[in-house]
């Protein structure tokens, strides 16, 4: 078995946990096209292509699928959703406790924002299988 194969899943319920899928996450590449919110499950979801910072041979890119659980509301500032070719560039994911919920903020470069409303944190972030070409 060739040991690039393997499938890496880390879930966060507390500011550890976001802090290490925040640090993992930090300079990924995250299409428009690629957000979705599925208001009826409360689900957000995110592709986003990231390089491999764990990977003590170099750094590699991989895909990640990060899943936001339990959301109520989306908000998000100077991002043309329009614009599903736009590329944008994570900085940081953090939160701040509102009253009884979560807002959990997903920070991009060029004062690019999108703010998550939950009922808790829970947050998956998971990596793709690449297949050899």
């Known amino acids: 078995m060739d040991e690039k ?5 880390i879930i966060a319920n507390d500011r550890d946990g976001l802090t290490l899928i925040s640090a993992l996450l930090n300079s990924a590449k995250i299409k428009v096209s690629e957000m979705k919110y599925l208001p009826s499950n409360k689900i957000f979801l995110l592709s986003a292509k990231r390089s491999s910072i764990e990977n003590e041979k170099g750094s590699k890119e991989i895909n990640s699928i990060c899943r936001v659980d339990h959301v109520s509301k989306v908000k998000s500032k100077n991002i043309n959703q329009k614009n599903h070719d736009l590329t944008l560039e994570l900085i940081a994911i953090d939160y701040l406790k509102n009253k009884e919920n979560f807002e959990i903020n997903l ?4 004062n690019a924002h999108i703010a998550l409303s939950t009922e808790l944190i829970d947050i998956t972030l998971e990596d793709q299988i690449e297949n050899e070409k």
């Open 5 to 9: 194969k393997y499938q890496k899943k």
């Open 107 to 110: 920070i991009f470069k060029n």
